[in-house]
């Protein structure tokens, strides 16, 4: 059974860079049926769409974070990786990542199955 | 881009049924597959719909997905309402591979 693992910080100060990683276990992440995403949610609000990746490393991001965010892919290791620069306090949240449905054939999406446990990153002082 | 945009809270009796919507703002719903996505409290989202209208398995079909392309919008009909469904719902599609949330709809099973 395919498990997802955030694993990174749970500090980071403010202007300072937060780097996450997820391990993917019990599947490949080349496969060509998946991209890979982070979402994240802020204390007591909604899920927030950050970027999701390719095996190949082909990348799309959220318009509103597209300037202070990375991601990459390591086949070798199985992981992903997820940097968002500048943070500050609205930056606090559960960050998530998750396997994106895709259809090579169609082009079309599907959904975020599963999602890992989440891991709170908290920016402050 | 566009919004997806559901109602802030419902709230409905068990063994009653519940709809909740998810308009979306610009480009048609039809356009591009809506998912529903399950979270209770300090845990991690499930999917209870995929593709519009599919269900992974273990989902009960007491949960049913659809969309209305005259009213622009997805719905989620969760019957037979049962205390554990009590949770938020997030509705989620997506534009040139621009991924949208709706921003959640608290349901209380009262």
């Known amino acids: 059974q395919l498990q997802l693992q955030e694993s990174g910080p749970g500090l980071v100060k403010p202007s300072e860079t937060l780097s996450l990683t997820c391990t993917v276990s019990g599947g490949s992440i080349s496969s060509s049926s998946y991209y890979w995403g982070w979402i994240r949610q802020p204390p007591g609000k909604g899920l927030e769409w950050i970027g999701s990746?390719?095996?190949?490393?082909?990348?799309y991001y959220n318009p509103s974070l597209k300037s202070r965010v990375t991601i990459s892919v390591d086949t070798s290791k199985n992981q992903f990786s997820l940097k968002l620069s500048s943070v500050t306090a609205a930056d606090t949240a559960v960050y998530y990542c998750?396997?994106?449905?895709?259809?090579?054939?169609?082009?079309?999406?599907?959904?975020?199955?599963?999602w890992g446990q989440g891991t709170l990153v908290t920016v402050s002082s | 881009n566009f919004m997806l945009t559901q109602p802030h809270s419902v709230s409905e009796s068990p063994g009653k049924t519940v709809t909740i919507s998810c308009t979306r703002s610009?480009?048609?719903?039809?356009?591009?597959?809506v998912q529903w996505y399950q979270q209770r409290p300090g845990s991690s989202p499930t999917t209870v719909i995929y593709?519009?209208?599919?269900?992974p398995s273990g989902v009960p079909d007491r949960f049913s997905g659809s969309i209305d392309s005259s009213s622009n919008s997805a719905s989620l009909t969760i019957s037979g309402l049962k205390t554990e469904d009590e949770a938020d719902y997030y509705c989620?599609?997506?534009?040139?591979?621009?991924?949208?949330f709706g921003g959640g709809t608290k349901l209380t099973v009262l």
């Open positions: 610009s480009g048609s719903i039809a356009s591009n597959y």
């Open positions: 990746i390719y095996y190949s490393g082909s990348t």
């Open positions: 989620q599609s997506y534009d040139s591979s621009i991924v949208v």
């Open positions: 593709e519009d209208n599919q269900r």
């Open positions: 998750a396997r994106w449905g895709y259809d090579i054939l169609t082009g079309y999406y599907s959904w975020f199955d599963p």
